[in-house]
Nanobody, 125 residues
Framework: QVQLVESGGRLVQAGGSLRLSCTASGLTFSSSAMAWFRQAPGKEREFVVGITRSGRTAYTDSVKGRFTISRDNAKNTVYMQMNSLKPEDTAVYYC???????????????????WGQGTQVTVSS
């Protein structure tokens, strides 16, 4: 059984930083592409950042220069460092894993095979 467990979300002031973690089990982590999505109230789930099995990364424009994704295959964990946070970054953040084409970073949620339960990030102004 595959599990993705996110952690690190909390309330933070605008301009602050957070690091989200997602630890996988039951998955060949090193052979999977990983991504972070987010969903704000009343909005669709949107792609934030992704990383292939080889470490190639992709970012949505609104977080470029502020967020950084990384992975530690020895720990089966993917991280997202979030700096210079803005109120519009407030959302539930989800970790996702894609095993079928791990050399590709898809921005489409339905391309991902596994999802975590989400962690709330709230940025106050």
């Amino acid at each position: 059984q595959v599990q993705l467990v996110e952690s690190g979300g909390r309330l933070v002031q605008a301009g602050g930083s957070l690091r989200l973690s997602c630890t996988a089990s039951g998955l060949t982590f090193s052979s999977s592409a990983m991504a972070w999505f987010r969903q704000a109230p009343g909005k669709e789930r949107e792609f934030v950042v992704g990383i292939t099995r080889s470490g190639r990364t992709a970012y949505t424009d609104s977080v470029k220069g502020r967020f950084t994704i990384s992975r530690d295959n020895a720990k089966n964990t993917v991280y997202m460092q979030m700096n210079s946070l803005k109120p519009e970054d407030t959302a539930v953040y989800y970790c996702a894993a894609e095993k079928r084409a791990p050399w590709v970073i898809s921005e489409t949620p339905n391309q991902y095979d596994y999802w975590g339960q989400g962690t709330q990030v709230t940025v106050s102004s």
